[in-house]
């Protein structure tokens, strides 16, 4: 697990510039994801959608990798790369939609080195976290909420022992704020092997819940956490850019999910 590929990764994204939802940045990124997951020896589906938003209707892309294919995935792994819509601005989401993405891409490199744990993982890029205007039931979380439509439909979500949403983990004041109501097992399995690895100090309770993309999966009935830091004075400002990141802080985000999947979740 190395914290300079995943950050490599982030500065692929960021030099596509802004990734706002129908960009001409954003299929860049999809074309980047895919193209490296590919290369690591996953199979890249995309999930193409439209939805109406505050701006009208629009059209989203998920994309959804897995690997091998003999067993069915029964573990999620998500990160949303879409980044905010600015009126004013340059945003490229630094920290908001790219260290996640990053992330989620070197751990994607590792794991296939273990075909028989990575054809357990379902790999999930979300479009459209992003609210347009503010989160209601209508705007933002587009992705994982049409994700969590289909799988309800298909009965799937069932399939799924849990699932681990990653989203704002690069900064170099690393504080992993789990949102208060957590789900308990998942929380105390993040915190054991954070523990384990004496890294246990990066990983505290947010005073309170947060809405984000784990928030409809786990109405869907896959019991899913979120792992977010969300003490970061840069969130939703211009100033969330690459300077606010460290390698460091990928790793140890990137070593604990590895070290809870390992020894309990794909177990
Ligand atoms: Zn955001």
């Keep these: 697990m190395s914290g300079d590929r995943a950050l490599a990764h982030v500065q692929a994204l960021v030099d596509f510039g802004p990734r706002p939802p129908g960009s001409e940045a954003i299929e860049k990124s999809r074309n980047y994801i895919t193209q490296q997951l590919r290369q690591f020896g996953w199979r890249v589906e995309r999930q ?154 990066f990983f505290t309770y947010f005073d309170g819940a947060i809405t984000d993309d784990h928030t409809p999966l786990n109405a869907a009935g896959v019991t899913t956490i979120d792992l977010i830091d969300f003490h970061y004075d840069a969130w939703h400002t211009l100033d969330d850019t690459m300077d606010k990141l460290s390698p460091e802080s990928l790793r140890v985000v990137g070593a604990v999910v590895s070290h809870f999947l390992v020894t309990k979740a794909l177990k």
């Excluded at 340059?90 to 990575?118: I, Y």
């Excluded at 503010?134 to 069932?158: H, P, V």
Aim: net charge negative; proline share 4%; with cysteine.
């Design 48 to 201: 193409p959608f439209e939805e109406e938003t505050p701006r009208g209707r629009k059209r989203f892309v998920n994309l959804i990798a897995t690997f091998g294919g003999r067993t069915a995935p029964e573990f999620l792994l998500c990160s949303h790369y879409d980044t905010k819509t600015f009126d004013n601005g340059a945003f490229v989401g630094a920290n908001d939609g790219g260290s996640s993405t990053g992330l989620l891409l070197e751990l994607a490199r590792v794991f296939a080195k273990e075909p028989r744990l990575a054809a357990k993982l379902e790999l999930v890029f979300f479009d459209g976290e992003e609210a347009y205007e503010r989160f209601t039931d209508t705007d933002g979380l587009y992705g994982s909420r049409y994700f969590a439509r289909q799988l309800s439909g298909s009965g799937g979500a069932k399939r799924f022992r849990g699932g681990i949403v990653l989203d704002m983990i690069g900064d170099r004041s690393l504080d992993v704020t789990l949102p208060s109501d957590s789900p308990q097992e998942l929380a105390a399995g993040i915190f054991a092997s954070a523990d384990a690895l004496k890294l246990r100090s």
